[in-house]
T-cell receptor, first 114, second 111 residues
Framework: KAGVTQTPRYLIKTRGQQVTLSCSPI?????VSWYQQTPGQGLQFLFE???????NKGNFPGRFSGRQFSNSRSEMNVSTLELGDSALYLC?????????????FGPGTRLTVL | GDSVTQMEGPVTLSEEAFLTINCTYT??????LFWYVQYPGEGLQLLLK?????DKGSNKGFEATYRKETTSFHLEKGSVQVSDSAVYFC??????????FGPGTRLSVLP
């Protein structure tokens, strides 16, 4: 069974630009969560999608948005990039939402904002 | 809200030493508890989990016991290897809520 895949693996953008990251969950998994990982703040929850609906949202500004498609693939978008958005963005999938099932993580997308 | 506290490290050990990484949690419900490991340049991998009090999760020589009375889930390994060098995250999940992760503990094992 293929794992969680994320594309692209690396991105370099400049301030003010926008970026879209993609995540394909494990086949059969319907819940996708996104996290931002930085050395200073650690792992911070961005949002979770299940059946194309946002179920939970972390404490991030509206510049961070996401969506989920009918095949459970998910994208997150960051508009008007700031230097502080440089981070590793991790996607995780699980079978269902709101359960205690473990999450399976992708390798992440390393975003650098110059 | 729910939270996880763990020793931040870094922890540096010699090969074959005993490892303990402390983790305590605060949760309003009855959480499941997890340890994830992140190797350099990779995403997080589930190391072990426990879903109820007194459960012991184990994998690859690592163990952790769900202690409800002390709200703890300490990670232990009897003899670490250089290949265990990584960052370890303690996490909890309560039904209906998203995962909450600790800050991570960086472990370096020297040959």
């Amino acid at each position: 069974k293929a794992g969680v895949t994320q594309t692209p693996r690396y991105l370099i953008k400049t301030r003010g630009q926008q970026v879209t990251l993609s995540c394909s969950p494990i086949s059969g998994h319907r819940s996708v969560s996104w996290y931002q990982q930085t050395p200073g703040q650690g792992l911070q929850f961005l949002f979770e999608y299940f059946s194309e609906t946002q179920r939970n949202k972390g404490n991030f500004p509206g510049r961070f948005s996401g969506r989920q498609f009918s095949n459970s693939r998910s994208e997150m978008n960051v508009s008007t990039l700031e230097l502080g958005d440089s981070a590793l963005y991790l996607c995780a999938s699980s079978l269902v939402s709101g359960s205690n099932n473990e999450q399976f993580f992708g390798p992440g997308t390393r975003l650098t904002v110059l | 809200g729910d939270s996880v506290t763990q020793m931040e490290g870094p922890v540096t050990l010699s090969e074959e030493a005993f490892l303990t990484i402390n983790c305590t949690y605060t949760a309003t419900g009855y959480p499941s508890l997890f340890w994830y490991v992140q190797y350099p340049g990779e995403g997080l991998q589930l190391l072990l989990k426990a879903t109820k009090a007194d459960d012991k999760g184990s994998n690859k020589g690592f163990e952790a016991t769900y202690r409800k009375e002390t709200t703890s889930f300490h990670l232990e390994k009897g003899s670490v290897q250089v290949s265990d060098s990584a960052v370890y995250f303690c996490a909890l999940s309560t039904r209906g809520q998203n995962f909450v992760f600790g800050p991570g503990t960086r472990l370096s094992v020297l040959p």
